[in-house]
């Protein structure tokens, strides 16, 4: 069954890392490093895009609501509802930190702030 865009429900992990993902206002901002999933209720808890860095340098890593990410096939990665500024003000942390508390912290202050309807609750 396909989604609302017309793409297949299912996906596999490795082919959204390294996909590129977009702002709103169609700039890219950085590419989906890994997929962080919840093993108790089966769900993706999110996305953690890496941006901010030069050369692998300084590079930020952000927990982004699986939800808010709509794959468009004409720009070739993924697009978020959300502007740079917010994108770059959203949480963000190491790899290793994103997963501390089993992902909860990470997951419950990427939803609360970028305001996406808890898939948990």
Do not use: C
């Not at 590419?31 to 993706?44: Q, T, Y």
């Amino acid at each position: 069954m396909p989604t609302p865009a017309g793409h297949t429900r299912a996906i596999r992990a490795s082919r959204t890392i390294g996909t590129s993902v977009y702002n709103s206002a169609g700039d890219k901002i950085g590419e989906i490093e890994d997929v962080v999933l919840d093993k108790l209720d089966n769900n993706i808890m999110f996305a953690v895009v890496g941006f901010g860095g030069f050369l692998g340098m300084g590079e930020k890593y952000h927990p982004i609501p699986w939800a808010s990410l709509d794959y468009q096939k004409d720009v070739g990665g993924y697009v978020v509802p959300f502007t740079k500024d917010q994108l770059s003000k959203g949480p963000a942390d190491s790899l290793s930190e994103l997963t501390e508390d089993d992902g909860t912290k990470a997951r419950n202050m990427s939803y609360d702030y970028y305001k996406v309807p808890p898939y948990w609750s």
